[in-house]
């Protein structure tokens, strides 16, 4: 059976007003949530310009590679990366093992401030995290739409 | 890892081509992103060397359209088919949904599809997938070329749990969106199950 990490309403907001106060705080340009597997779950900032898709799965990717250096040198993880780049910057945390917090910041931000604001929405996040996958094991947040699929719906996509 | 966000009414499902090196898993993708609107697809990213070798992953973001008002979106991704890439392989097989595996027809290459197929099956186990147990399907490429072996063969010899198998000609697209079709199929029928 497959895995499924469900993301629902109230713990969407949650993510959402976490990203848009550490947007602010840090003076950030945007902030990512991402999951593990390279999938975008929120963010806030200046998105409308970037491809959040294929930075959520490069950065997956980032971490993943990151990851398994870590194992390699024995070290259980490196739990942020920072880029630094002419123009914009790239900081980069796990969050709870589960997901990764980016915030790309420029020179109207500094290191050390995006490091102190990111260490509160982290705190933040795992708790709100938690609830999320405790919901996505029993199914609680509502019935899941899955049920009702019909073979139809699935030969219906592929119709063109 | 399927990931179902409610709120934005979103599946989202990951899929890896897997194969040996130079077997066309990438030209795969290529076919897949030359062939589909742009409204349905993202960027298609490649991480190679200077050689056009996949050094990392290939990474293509596709819409699939609406079932039951919910947006499916499936990423592909493939790997490095080069042996001495193991370890990033086995990054990206985490959070799989499902494998497609692609074989290259050519007589001289059975040993490397051989070899890819275990490869891809320990590494499954690594990161506590089954093959047996999850949506997998199989291509067989390259099957213009004057010495390619017969399906009979390569389905004895990479297929024994039959499941569903192409031929295909990956550059001029035989076979290509066939088997992203079975594999999607198979993802969304496994979701189903496991609502």
Redesign the interface.
Do not use: H, P, R, W
């Given at each position: 059976?497959?895995?499924?990490?469900?993301?629902?309403?109230e713990e969407?907001?949650q993510i959402n007003r976490i990203c848009e106060v550490l947007h602010r705080d840090s003076n950030a340009k945007a902030v990512l949530v991402i999951?593990?597997?390279?999938?975008a779950?929120a963010s806030a900032g200046d998105v409308q310009e970037l491809?959040v898709?294929?930075l959520s799965?490069?950065t997956a990717?980032n971490v993943?590679?990151t990851?398994?250096i870590a194992s390699l040198l024995a070290e259980k993880e490196f739990a942020g990366q920072f880029l630094e780049g002419e123009k914009i910057s790239y900081h980069v945390s796990i969050i709870g093992q589960r997901v990764i917090l980016v915030v790309l910041f420029d020179g109207r931000s500094s290191l050390g401030l995006v490091r102190l604001r990111v260490r509160k929405a982290s705190g933040e996040l795992v708790g709100v995290l938690e609830t999320m996958v405790k919901k996505s094991q029993s199914?609680a947040?509502?019935p899941?739409?899955?049920?009702?699929?019909t073979?139809d719906?699935?030969?219906?996509?592929?119709n063109d | 890892m399927s990931f179902i966000n409610y709120s934005s009414r979103e599946i989202n499902c990951k899929i890896v081509y897997y194969g040996p090196g130079l077997c066309g898993k990438t030209t795969n993708l290529q076919y897949i992103y030359n062939k589909t609107n742009p409204e349905a697809k993202g960027k298609m990213i490649s991480l190679a060397t200077e050689t056009e070798r996949t050094l990392f992953f290939d990474f293509l973001p596709l819409s699939l359209g609406e079932i039951r008002g919910f947006k499916t979106r499936f990423h592909l991704y493939t790997v490095p088919g080069q042996v001495f890439y193991d370890a990033s392989r086995k990054l990206i097989l985490k959070g799989v949904d499902g494998v497609v595996y692609v074989g290259d027809s050519q007589m001289e290459r059975m040993e490397a599809n051989i070899e890819s197929l275990e490869n891809l099956s320990s590494n499954l186990q690594e990161q506590g997938y089954d093959l047996n147990k999850l949506p997998y399907v199989v291509q067989y490429n390259k099957r213009d070329l004057p010495n390619a072996i017969p399906m009979a063969e390569l389905e004895e010899a990479l297929n024994p749990t039959k499941v569903p198998s192409f031929e295909a000609v990956a550059p001029k697209g035989v076979g290509v969106f066939d088997t992203l079709k079975a594999v999607a199929k198979l993802v969304l029928t496994e979701l189903r199950k496991g609502s």
């Open positions: 059976m497959i895995q499924q990490l469900v993301m629902y309403e969407l907001q999951d593990k597997n390279g999938q779950m491809d898709t294929s799965s490069l990717g993943a590679a990851g398994g199914g947040g509502q899941s739409v899955f049920s009702e699929i073979d719906d699935i030969d219906n996509l592929f | -």
